[in-house]
């Protein structure tokens, strides 16, 4: 099992930074990918950025060149660096966490961005 906790979230202007934390505890050694989702009432959750054990990151085309995602393998942490933060990035922001077997979900943090 792994646990998943997520923190960082909040209210922030629109043009805003927020950099959102996840710490994972318990098997963590099978983890190989690690992302960050959002959700909005009524839409599907979608992907926003991942990274896997190498290093390597993938994001969604409306989150390049203002999110960044990295890790800190040491605090098995993974991080969500926002910057140039928009209006529709105004969701609830899950963390998650992948084995060869199962994929575990944090309990989400909300990002509020005004405008």
């Known amino acids: 099992q792994v646990q998943l906790m997520e923190s960082g979230g909040g209210l922030v202007q629109a043009g805003g930074s927020l950099r959102l934390s996840c710490a994972a505890s318990?098997?963590?050694?099978?983890?190989?990918?690690l992302g960050w989702y959002r959700q909005t009432p009524g839409k599907q959750r979608e992907l926003v950025a991942t990274?896997?054990?190498?290093?390597?990151?993938n994001y969604v085309d409306s989150v390049k060149g203002r999110f960044t995602i990295s890790r800190d393998n040491a605090k098995n942490t993974v991080y969500l660096q926002m910057n140039s933060l928009k209006p529709e990035d105004t969701a609830v922001y899950y963390c998650?966490?992948?084995?060869?077997?199962?994929?575990?979900w944090g309990q989400g943090t909300q990002v509020t961005v005004s405008s």
């Open positions: 998650n966490a992948r084995s060869i077997l199962y994929t575990y």
């Open positions: 318990g098997s963590i050694s099978s983890i190989n990918y």
């Open positions: 990274i896997t054990s190498g290093g390597s990151t």
